[in-house]
């Protein structure tokens, strides 16, 4: 392991979460909204759900690129990286947010809470438009998002 490589891995984590956020905005919300509207109906969370299909979809081009990586060692790392942000997203988002395989954790950690209670400002929006806090890995101030809340509320 070499530090270009672990540069290589922490820059994929950061710039997946950016463009992971932007593809929730933009096409999860957008052309997408016919996948994505199965984890915003009451109840998400409990069993399948037609928006793992964006997760089926996001692991077989990882899978591939990890094939890419044989031969490439810098195109390996970056698929470690997207992997192991897939498990991170897992782990938060799933476990954690959603609950999703059971354990009832309450996190204590600051920045836990706070990814829980924006997330749970995203689902307040059960609709395609007016969200607010589309990250996965990060999230504003609840205040933040409380308030971005209220203010699309008022506009709608
Ligand atoms: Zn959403
Ligand atoms: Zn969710």
Not at 67 to 94: K, P
């Amino acid at each position: 392991m070499q530090l270009t490589h672990i540069l290589l891995l922490t820059a994929t984590l950061v710039i997946m979460e950016i463009a992971v956020t932007l593809f929730h905005r933009h096409v999860m919300h957008g052309i997408g909204w016919k996948w994505h509207a199965s984890h915003h109906e009451r109840g998400a969370g409990r069993g399948w759900e037609r928006n793992d299909w964006f997760a089926v979809v996001f692991a077989g081009a990882t899978i591939l690129l990890f094939i890419l990586g044989g031969s490439h060692a810098g195109v390996w790392w970056i698929a470690l990286g997207i992997t192991l942000y897939g498990l991170l997203y897992g782990l938060l988002h799933d476990v954690l947010t959603h609950r999703r395989f059971g354990p009832n954790w309450q996190p204590r950690h600051a920045y836990l809470r706070r990814l829980v209670a924006a997330h749970r400002l995203h689902h307040a929006v059960r609709s395609r438009e007016g969200g607010v806090s589309f990250g996965f890995l990060y999230a504003p101030p609840v205040e933040t998002v409380r308030r971005q809340l209220r203010s699309r509320q008022v506009r709608q």
